[in-house]
């Protein structure tokens, strides 16, 4: 008999910085023009939809702007929302449009994709356990792969998106567990789950009390259910019950952060993150 799922979006609570860049271009000609009104309108509707509008750079060859979102709000759904309101708002003023589907969205971060493999890289050394075997035991459940496929966009037929996330769950009461062919476990399960799922992992480790991951995920899946999927999943194959706390941490990363973003772009700022999430501006 196989566990039921012992986690669920109504009953798990997430820390997340979910930031992202979205790209449209025209199918012919210019971009048309939008008031500061039009403006303040979509970035109100697409609050209703958990995406919230920080910054846009309007030129007259493409688009451009950065949102954050909730964990569960997927990238398929942010693409859908800005393209799908911005083209309701043309057709509502009878402006003859159409987007190249050329259309892509980037996952960003205040770190890159290098600084969090980087920073699993060190997990086991940055512990400074007190016996060294057991360090050096450790070490063999951290692994960060160079595969040059993390990198590369997904490239579906309503655009190219680049969907990278640092994932982070914690043992229940943080206990610290000392068995080793029990971390080897969660270790290669964790990896069968991103296999299954047609997730791609960039980076593990797992500690005694706390698990990191940097992954690629698939568009179906929000933040959220590839969080929740992880918990689950992960707590079936083990057969265990309750080995996480009902709570995770997740963010979005990629090749640039939002230093680098915001360095070579006139944005023009629209507002903060939505209600619920630590990210700023």
């Known amino acids: 008999m196989t566990n039921p799922n012992c986690y669920h979006s109504d009953t798990t609570t997430a820390a997340y910085s979910l930031r992202w860049s979205w790209t449209g271009w025209p199918s012919i000609g210019s971009m048309p023009f939008l008031t500061e009104n039009d403006w303040k309108e979509l970035a109100d509707a697409w609050e209703k939809d958990g995406i919230r509008l920080l910054e846009r750079n309007c030129l007259s060859d493409y688009w451009q702007a950065t949102v954050s979102t909730k964990p569960a709000t997927n990238p398929s759904f942010i693409v859908g929302r800005i393209k799908g309101r911005i083209d309701h708002r043309f057709r509502s003023q009878k402006i003859p449009f159409k987007f190249s589907r050329k259309v892509s969205l980037r996952a960003l971060g205040n770190n890159t994709t290098a600084d969090v493999l980087d920073y699993i890289r060190r997990q086991v050394d940055s512990a400074q356990f007190c016996r060294s075997d057991f360090a050096d035991n450790l070490k063999q459940f951290t692994r960060v792969w160079q595969d040059e496929k993390l990198h590369a966009p997904i490239e579906v037929s309503s655009g190219r998106y680049w969907y990278l996330l640092h994932l ?28 299954e799922r047609d997730y791609l992992l960039g980076g593990i480790s797992v500690m005694p009390d706390h698990l ?26 083990l057969g265990v019950v309750g080995l996480w706390k009902p709570s995770y941490y997740v963010g979005t990363t990629g090749a640039y952060n939002m230093i680098a973003v915001r360095s070579y772009t006139p944005w023009a700022s629209d507002g903060a993150s939505p209600s619920g999430s630590p990210t700023g501006s």
């Open 212 to 237: 990191h991951m940097c992954l690629r995920g698939a568009l179906v899946d929000s933040p959220e259910a590839i969080a929740i999927a992880y918990m689950n999943e992960s707590c079936r194959k």
């Open 168 to 195: 982070v769950l914690v043992v229940e009461g943080r206990r610290r567990i000392s068995d080793f062919q029990f971390l080897g476990d969660l270790f290669e399960i964790c990896q069968a789950i991103a296999l």
